[in-house]
């Protein structure tokens, strides 16, 4: 079994429209956990991060941690096309030597 | 502020044939990382190194040599290339354990034939 799970999709919603992400997990020791968004033929970044269980948002984007479910998603409010892009869902735990484990990825398109 | 710089960006090699990867980073940061990404496979650990002089085998180590002489430079090396090994590679940095963002250069695509 894999330490991180996610749909590679691709998941095509047209402009506007709320999109949903998700991964589940397997190891109960992680606490951090990230959404990283990966434009075609560049290097991941950084999109959102937390700690541990709860919600945070920033702008458009709202990221979610259920602990409890090993879940955690990341919503995209009122999509736009250069929201198009990869997004890959990462997690560590500590005394892991900052080891990420990360998802496959999601490939997202926003219709214009 | 250049950030996390990979050369180079595109390379072919011949099965058998060796090269060296070389990322630079310019943020003083501690922790590097190297990864490959694959289709279906996402990204994984290569190496890693928490420091100047050090380095410790991550996922995927067999087949792939690192060196830290350097804090701001970290070399993978490829002895004897395998077409298992075609892949994009990343680098990455960060400044501490724990909570921390890596920050990502933009990639080396290597075709192994």
């Known amino acids: 079994q894999k330490e991180v799970e996610q749909d590679p999709g691709p998941l095509s919603v047209p402009e506007g429209a709320i999109v949903s992400l998700n991964c589940t997990y397997s190891?109960?020791?992680?606490?951090?956990f990230m959404w990283y968004r990966q434009y075609s033929r560049k290097g991941p970044e950084l999109l959102m991060y937390?700690?541990?269980?709860g919600n945070k948002e920033d702008g458009r984007f709202t990221a979610q941690v259920d602990k409890s479910s090993k879940y955690i998603s990341l919503f995209i409010r009122d999509s736009q096309p250069s929201d198009s892009a990869t997004y890959l869902c990462?997690?560590?735990?500590?005394?892991?030597?900052?080891?990420?484990?990360f998802g496959t990825g999601t490939s997202l398109t926003v219709i214009p | 502020n250049a950030g996390v710089t990979q050369t180079p960006k595109f390379r072919v090699l011949k099965t058998g044939q060796s090269m060296t990867l070389l990322c630079a980073q310019d943020?003083?940061?501690?922790?590097m990382y190297w990864y490959r990404q694959d289709p279906g496979m996402g990204l994984r650990l290569i190496h890693y190194?928490?420091?100047?002089?050090?380095?410790a085998k991550g996922e995927v180590p067999d087949g792939y040599n690192v060196s830290r002489l350097k804090k701001q430079n970290f070399l993978l090396g490829l002895e004897s290339a395998a077409p298992s090994q075609t892949s994009v590679y990343f680098c990455?940095?960060?400044?501490?354990?724990?909570?921390?963002?890596?920050?990502f250069g933009a990639g080396t695509r290597l075709s192994v034939l």
């Open positions: 937390t700690y541990s269980s």
């Open positions: 990455a940095s960060s400044y501490s354990q724990g909570m921390d963002i890596q920050y």
């Open positions: 190194s928490v420091g100047e002089g050090t380095t």
């Open positions: 943020m003083n940061h501690e922790y």
């Open positions: 990462a997690m560590s735990a500590p005394r892991h030597g900052n080891q990420f484990y």
């Open positions: 190891n109960s020791a992680f606490q951090y």
